[in-house]
């Protein structure tokens, strides 16, 4: 029988994560930060969700019938603590949306925003971009976004930096695994040796 690989991450690889909040400045673009009401807030259809659960359902209620129903009831419990928090501190961490007609698309906070909700709030604090970011710049703040969230696992933080290199590989005619150490390191603002590390767990796998 073969033997079940275990995914593990080294500990080295953690160290870095700080470091990749730096590289917000040079992807995001010119962010301004408002507060701007949550019904205009919607999610961009082109974007990949983790939840089922979705900003009618917290106005409206999960409908028994739905298919999702025990899915989105998890999820709509886990939102509770950040909720308390919310009421208790407000959004210590702006979402990021894009203008889009009048409407803001969400780059990065869509817990944030559910939860606001769920808190009672009507508005939300947001960094606004004034146009939708490329693709690959929406990956990156999304992954700086991923870096200061708790309650991500290592596995999902890779996830997204793996789709990183992916766009960025794209993007240069390239296969994924031409990428080097030293352009990922350039990429998400981090020191050579913690982008080793990433790129040796990402292909490990």
């Known amino acids: 029988m073969a033997k079940k690989k275990v995914f593990q991450i080294s500990n080295t690889l953690t160290e870095g994560l700080e470091e990749t909040i730096t590289a917000a400045h040079n992807y995001s673009g010119e962010l301004r930060i408002d507060v701007i009401p949550i019904k205009r807030i919607e999610v961009d259809p082109e974007n990949p969700r983790d939840f089922a659960l979705n900003i009618a359902d917290l106005y409206h209620g999960i409908a028994e019938t739905d298919e999702n129903y025990i899915r989105k009831s998890e999820e709509l419990a886990s939102l509770q603590t950040i909720a308390h928090s919310i009421r208790e501190q407000g959004i210590i961490n702006p979402i990021v949306v894009y203008k889009f007609g009048e409407k803001y698309r969400l780059v990065a906070g869509e817990r944030r925003t559910m939860a606001s909700i769920l808190a ?6 947001a960094k606004i971009l004034d146009s939708k970011p490329s693709e690959l710049k929406i990956s990156l703040l999304q992954w700086i976004e991923n870096v200061e969230r708790t309650d991500l696992t290592l596995w999902e933080r890779l996830r997204n930096l793996e789709k990183i290199i992916k766009v960025h590989a794209s993007r240069k005619g390239l296969a994924a695994e031409q990428i080097t150490v030293t352009e990922l390191s ?20």
């Open 186 to 205: 350039n990429l998400i603002g981090c020191t050579k040796p913690h982008a080793m590390n990433y790129k040796s767990d990402i292909e490990l796998e």
């Open 120 to 125: 009672g709030k009507t508005d939300i604090q």
